[in-house]
């Protein structure tokens, strides 16, 4: 049940952007999104809920289409602060509220 | 608001013993806390799911007689590994969701610090 995450890693200089996408083999009704620093708790980013659903977070944005069962984090105008891990995470079936599967994760690394 | 804490941060035992990791919601009620174990630069892989009063309910290829989890009361969970072998060292990382739901982020799972593991 975990999500494809992709790519592995993104190197970006200040101000750059970047794309990190999540698949799943499943039908998704959902996708949750997570920031993680080195050795400190994930962060709840955003979820997204509806087909072709689009949300925003300060310059971080984000897409879901059920279609394709896949979401895109959207990282504009990147800040030093955007470095960390980034997770998707989906749901088991049928349940928003329920456990989350996370995918491998994407290491983003933003350099001045 | 949303904080969840975890006891111990670290901690060092010797093999074929248990210990104890302790998950709190400090400033919230949590029906249903979340046990996750991470690897280093890997993923956060769902252990079990805790439910306030009745058992846990553990993912496939999880021991339960391995990982005790109780949920004693609406704001602890704990996780109790057992007869701990150097293969279970690893980052151990509880959630907890809201409830009832705090408002906008009724989705939202809060997560502790984690707990490091080291068995030698």
């Known amino acids: 049940q975990q999500p494809v995450q992709s790519p592995q890693a993104v190197i970006l200089r200040e101000g750059e952007d970047a794309v990190i996408n999540c698949s799943s083999s499943?039908?998704?009704?959902?996708v949750h999104w997570y920031r993680q620093k080195h050795g400190e708790a994930p962060v709840f980013l955003m979820i997204?809920?509806?087909?072709?659903e689009q949300k925003g977070h300060e310059k971080i944005s984000a897409s879901f289409n059920e279609k394709k069962q896949q979401s895109s984090l959207y990282l504009t105008a990147s800040q030093l602060s955007y470095s960390g891990t980034y997770f998707c995470?989906?749901?088991?079936?049928?349940?928003?509220?329920?456990?989350?599967?996370f995918g491998r994760g994407t290491q983003l690394t933003v350099w001045p | 608001g949303a904080v969840v804490s975890q006891h111990p941060s670290w901690v060092i035992c010797k093999s074929g013993t248990s210990v104890k990791i302790e998950c709190r919601s400090l400033?919230?009620?949590?029906?249903?806390m979340f046990w996750y174990r991470q690897f280093p630069k890997q993923s956060l892989m769902l252990m079990a799911t805790?439910?306030?009063?009745?058992?846990?309910?553990?993912e496939q290829g999880v021991e339960k007689d391995k990982f005790l989890i109780n949920h004693a009361s609406l704001t602890l969970s704990t996780l109790t590994v057992t007869s701990a072998h150097p293969e279970d060292s690893s980052f151990y990382i509880c959630?907890?969701?809201?409830?009832?739901?705090?408002?906008?982020?009724?989705?939202?799972?809060?997560f502790g610090p984690g707990t490091r593991l080291t068995v030698t």
């Open positions: 499943k039908a998704l009704y959902s």
């Open positions: 997204l809920l509806k087909g072709g």
């Open positions: 400033d919230f009620q949590a029906t249903t």
């Open positions: 995470g989906i749901p088991s079936r049928g349940s928003t509220l329920g456990r989350l599967y």
């Open positions: 959630s907890a969701r809201a409830s009832p739901p705090l408002a906008e982020s009724s989705y939202e799972q809060y």
């Open positions: 805790s439910n306030e009063g009745s058992k846990a309910t553990y």
